[in-house]
């Protein structure tokens, strides 16, 4: 998995963060002429033009994409700007036109992630194809699932890959379109070390105003780049209307935006050395400190056995679970962090006490 090339290696010109703008959907080629025109008036021409030419949409009835007449538009974004550009794929038949229009990187949408065959189909219907592929997370936090489509292409012999952090379906968080899951991202970059991730703000927050703070916590996180949906009218756009920003807004939002160096790696002064020092010393004594507690675990386990008792005990769990949490929030640490830190090693302990039993020689019955 080593051998994937980064951004700035896909032989397109591209160094620090990735900027890829450009409307949710191709709709006319007067559209994509004013959108280039006043990105370049604006003087703020992206690294990578988008545009949907197929749009899966949700429900059928709605605008699905002009299909591959917006593919022989691209040209006047060449012509105008003079840059790549990306469009998604979502199936092999897709995949022959982009290539015949000469697209330069393609993506795949959260809906087809999620789906291994589709992804396969698109994999090999790129077979010996030198492009770059960027993955869209699925539309459920399922890491796995995000590395596996990855894997196929890399399989197949794309090796100039990237992924997309555009948020997860969640029906019930009403604050986000698709909500952020900043762990993801990170995951992923530690499951696959060297793998970039561009951050979608646009489908995360669904709407014009939150797509600043969201792309800056992108940035802060250590993500490698932003795609941001921006159409010279965004009210009359076919598709995505709420979230699409102006080419002059989009000015704003970079502008704006404090674009923190990711691939500068930290030197360690003096301060950072012993404060990390301070770090590995703390960590030895919470190892120690689990070491005792599961030994303690165990124990109990070995008395559970004797006496012929579950491993899963309800109240006392509550009222570890409880007293801790509230501990903890008093110490500066947050309930979720509690909740995850206590059932993560609530799991540890009913799993040892369980192997316990499950090992042991039976109890004679007297
Ligand atoms: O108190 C017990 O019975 C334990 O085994 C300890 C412990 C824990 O991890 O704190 C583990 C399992 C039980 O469900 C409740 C609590």
């Not at 890399?154 to 900043?182: C, Q, T």
């Not at 923190?260 to 030197?267: A, G, H, Q, S």
Request: net charge negative.
């Amino acid at each position: 998995m080593s051998d994937h090339l980064q951004i700035k290696d896909w032989g397109l010109g591209l160094s620090g963060h990735t900027i890829i703008a450009g409307p949710c959907s191709a709709e006319t080629p007067e559209q994509i002429e004013k959108v280039c025109l006043e990105m370049k008036n604006q003087n703020t021409v992206p690294d990578i033009f988008r545009a949907g030419i197929w749009k899966p949409r949700t429900r059928p009835g709605l605008f699905e994409g002009i299909g591959e007449e917006g593919l022989t538009w691209m040209e006047i974004v060449r012509n105008i700007l003079n840059i790549p550009i990306t469009t998604e794929v979502g199936n092999a038949a897709h995949v022959e036109m982009a290539l015949k229009h000469k697209v330069d990187v393609l993506w795949v949408g959260a809906r087809t992630t999620v789906n291994p065959f589709a992804v396969q189909e698109i994999a090999d219907a790129l077979r010996g194809v030198d492009i770059p592929v960027m993955v869209k997370n699925p539309m459920n936090p399922d890491l796995q699932l995000w590395l596996g489509a990855l894997e196929r292409f890399h399989k197949v012999g794309i090796n100039k890959l990237a992924g997309i952090h555009r948020g997860f379906s969640d029906s019930y968080d009403k604050r986000f379109r698709n909500k952020p899951n900043w762990s993801m991202p990170i995951h992923l970059k530690r499951e696959w070390p060297g793998m970039q991730v561009i951050n979608d703000p646009s489908h995360i927050v669904g709407n014009r105003e939150g797509i600043l703070e969201t792309a800056q916590r992108a940035i802060n996180f250590g993500l490698d780049g932003l795609m941001i949906e921006t159409h010279h009218d965004p009210d009359n756009a076919w598709s995505d209307a709420k979230q699409q920003v102006t080419p002059a807004r989009l000015k704003e939002i970079l502008s704006q935006i404090d674009f923190i160096d990711n691939t500068v790696e930290i030197n360690p002064d003096e301060h950072l050395n012993d404060l990390r020092n301070a770090v590995d010393h703390l960590d030895d004594q919470l190892l120690d400190i689990l070491q005792e507690r599961f030994s303690m675990i165990d124990q109990i386990g070995a008395y559970k056995r004797e006496r012929h008792l579950t491993v899963f005990q309800s109240d006392r769990w509550k009222y570890v679970m409880e007293s801790r949490t509230k501990k903890g929030v008093a110490k500066n640490l947050s309930e979720k962090f509690m909740k995850e830190l206590l059932y993560c090693i609530h799991e540890e302990s009913v799993k040892r006490q369980e192997k316990q039993i499950r090992e042991a020689e039976p109890v004679k019955k007297a």
